[in-house]
Antibody
Framework: EVQLVESGGGLVQPGGSLRLSCEAS????????MSWVRQAPGKGLEWVAN????????YHVDSVRGRFTVSRDNAKNSLYLQINGLRAEDTAVYYC??????????WGQGTLVTVSS | EILMTQSPATLSVSPGERVTLSCRAS??????LVWYQHKPGQAPRLLMY???TRATGVPARFSGSGSGTEFTLTISSLQSEDFAVYYC?????????FGQGTKVEIK
C-alpha cells in the first residue's frame, strides 16, 4: 500500500523558513516523479513544485520560484520542500503526491503551514 | 495558464440521486483531464484520468466524459461516502491547473 507522510509544518513568522518532508513507503519511490500541492484555507488546490526520479529536473510554480526548492533523497525514500521568505499567502496545507504524466495518483494527508506574526 | 471552471460551486443532493458535475477549460486540454475526490482531513483521491478512465478501486457508479474544453463527472447513484469536494485538473499544459471545486453536500 502506498503511504506518504508529510511533516515539518508549523507556525512561522513572515520572512521565515521551513523544511517540509514527505516519507514514502509501499512503492518504488525512486521510479516516480513527485510533487507538492497546496491548499490555502477555503481555497482550491494549487500545484507548487515537482521533481523527476533522479532529482535533476525540477519545476516550481511562478509564485514560489526563487523562494521554494523541491529536492529528494531516494536512499531515504523522502521528498523535501525548502520554503524561504514565507508570506501570509503561503499559509496552506501542503501535500506530497506521486506524479504520473502530470497528474497526482497518490497523496499524503498533508502538513499545515501557517504564516503569521 | 489554463483556467479551469467548475460548476456548480455547491450541489445539495439526496442519497441515491444521480449527480452531474461540470468542468470547463479556458482552452482545449484534449482528454488530459482528471477528477479528484477530497474529504475534510483526508488525502485527496484520484477518481478519473484521461477524462474517462476510472482509477484503481473507483466504483463503477463514477463515470467521466468529455474532451477539448467541456467535461463531466457523473455519479449514477450517490452513496453516503460520496459527499465530498470534487476537483478537476488539466495536465495538457504546464502548469497543471485545478478547478475551484464542487462541494457535494447532503440535502
Amino acid at each position: 500500500e502506498v503511504q506518504l507522510v508529510e511533516s515539518g509544518g508549523g507556525l512561522v513568522q513572515p520572512g521565515g523558513s521551513l523544511r517540509l518532508s514527505c516519507e514514502a513507503s509501499g512503492f518504488a519511490f525512486s521510479r516516480y516523479w513527485m510533487s507538492w500541492v497546496r491548499q490555502a484555507p477555503g481555497k482550491g488546490l494549487e500545484w507548487v513544485a515537482n521533481i523527476n526520479q533522479g532529482g535533476g529536473e525540477k519545476y516550481h510554480v511562478d509564485s514560489v520560484r526563487g523562494r521554494f526548492t523541491v529536492s529528494r533523497d531516494n536512499a531515504k525514500n523522502s521528498l523535501y520542500l525548502q520554503i524561504n521568505g514565507l508570506r501570509a499567502e503561503d499559509t496552506a496545507v501542503y501535500y506530497c503526491a506521486t506524479t504520473a504524466n502530470g497528474y497526482f495518483d497518490h497523496w499524503g494527508q498533508g502538513t499545515l503551514v501557517t504564516v503569521s506574526s | 495558464e489554463i483556467l479551469m471552471t467548475q460548476s456548480p460551486a455547491t450541489l445539495s443532493v439526496s442519497p441515491g440521486e444521480r449527480v452531474t458535475l461540470s468542468c470547463r477549460a479556458s482552452q482545449s486540454v484534449n482528454s488530459k483531464l482528471v477528477w479528484y475526490q477530497h474529504k475534510p482531513g483526508q488525502a485527496p483521491r484520484l477518481l478519473m484520468y484521461g477524462a474517462s478512465t476510472r482509477a484503481t478501486g473507483v466504483p463503477a457508479r463514477f463515470s467521466g466524459s468529455g474532451s477539448g474544453t467541456e467535461f463531466t463527472l457523473t455519479i449514477s447513484s450517490l452513496q453516503s461516502e460520496d459527499f465530498a469536494v470534487y476537483y478537476c485538473q488539466q495536465y495538457n499544459n504546464w502548469p497543471q491547473t485545478f478547478g475551484q471545486g464542487t462541494k457535494v453536500e447532503i440535502k
